[in-house]
């Protein structure tokens, strides 16, 4: 397929390396045999400052490898703020992009429990109440988890604890189920 060192040299965190194959011409979108490109390693391993200088160079975050992931998800679920906040600086378009089954980042960062990278994503403009293809949003994902602080903050940011899924489930109903303390913060949302 393509050349792999700059792949290579991107998962190492090899950033005077990266720098020197792209000066000498490697192609900074080149992918390997899975579609990864060395931004999505780099954002993967939370390789900031390589992360920074395949940017600097004119890497596209928008590029997905072949299971739907681009790299801003990558730092996502990694917890990855550095590269998180690399990728939106460069790319603020990365923040509406979803995967194949319509998870946002901001979805990702809600199941994970990521507080921190939510917040990012909100203050970016990640829409609190956008809903994936069976409907899910991020705040029923944070509340199914139990991931409290999460919920908090999207109900600070304006999500809609009322929104149902295709299933007729609500952040409420789901948060019922695993029995979390998350009900009492969905119960004052709804007042």
């Not at 681009?70 to 509406?96: G, T």
Request: with cysteine; charged share 25%.
């Amino acid at each position: 397929m393509s050349n792999t060192r700059l792949i290579e040299a991107a998962t190492r965190g090899e950033t005077l390396t990266v720098q020197f194959l792209l000066d000498q011409g490697e192609d900074v979108d080149a992918r390997d045999e899975e579609g990864q490109t060395a931004l999505m390693v780099a954002s993967f391993k939370g390789e900031a400052a390589v992360v920074r200088e395949l940017l600097r160079h004119g890497a596209n975050p928008l590029i997905k490898n072949r299971e739907d992931y681009s790299a801003l998800l990558f730092a996502v679920v990694n917890n990855h703020m550095e590269s998180v906040e690399a990728i939106l600086e460069a790319c603020p378009q990365a923040l509406d992009e979803k995967e194949r089954e319509g998870w946002t980042s901001l979805m990702w960062s809600a199941v994970m429990g990521h507080a921190a990278i939510a917040e990012t994503l909100l203050n970016h403009g990640a829409d609190p109440n956008g809903k994936s293809q069976d409907g899910t949003t991020a705040l029923i994902l944070a509340s199914s988890k139990g991931h409290a602080d999460v919920v908090s903050l999207l109900l600070d940011h304006g999500a809609d604890p009322c929104l149902e899924n295709n299933k007729g489930q609500t952040a409420f109903s789901v948060a019922e189920v695993c029995g979390c303390d998350i009900v009492r913060l969905l119960k004052k949302a709804m007042k």
